[in-house]
């Protein structure tokens, strides 16, 4: 199993940056894609981006693309979502979620697909 714990959340101006983190622990991280995900209120979790067990395959949702980037330090266990440009439709609390996988490149964007989830962290950006 993979416990994943979520930080760096906050209120934030339209136009500025945030750097979500996310730190597993319990199993080899470098066996699992990860992925990142938002749901805002009333709405629908939604996929944000995600990556693949090396890092060298990314894919993100078109309302980010640009904007935000993920990576990942398998020596530290981290996964993270820079997110610059924001909006305030960013606003959402966002969820970190990890999926094993059989090959290093594969990358997992359905919320159904994942195995492991976070508790989530708020990300809140005001007009």
């Known amino acids: 199993q993979v416990q994943l714990v979520e930080s760096g959340g906050g209120l934030v101006q339209a136009g500025g940056s945030l750097r979500l983190s996310c730190a597993a622990s319990?199993?080899?991280?470098?066996?699992?894609?990860m992925g990142w995900f938002r749901q805002a209120p009333g709405k629908e979790r939604e996929f944000v981006a995600a990556i693949s067990r090396s890092g060298g395959y990314a894919y993100y949702a078109d309302s980010v693309k640009g904007r935000f980037t993920i990576s990942r330090d398998n020596s530290k266990n981290t996964a993270s979502l820079q997110m610059n440009s924001l909006k305030p439709e960013d606003t959402a609390v966002y969820y970190c979620?990890?999926?094993?996988?059989?090959?290093?490149?594969?990358?997992?964007?359905?919320?159904?697909?994942?195995?492991?989830w976070g508790k989530g962290t708020l990300v809140t950006v005001s007009p």
């Open positions: 979620a990890a999926k094993r996988t059989t090959f290093a490149s594969t990358v997992v964007r359905g919320t159904d697909a994942m195995d492991y």
């Open positions: 319990g199993d080899t991280f470098s066996s699992y894609a």
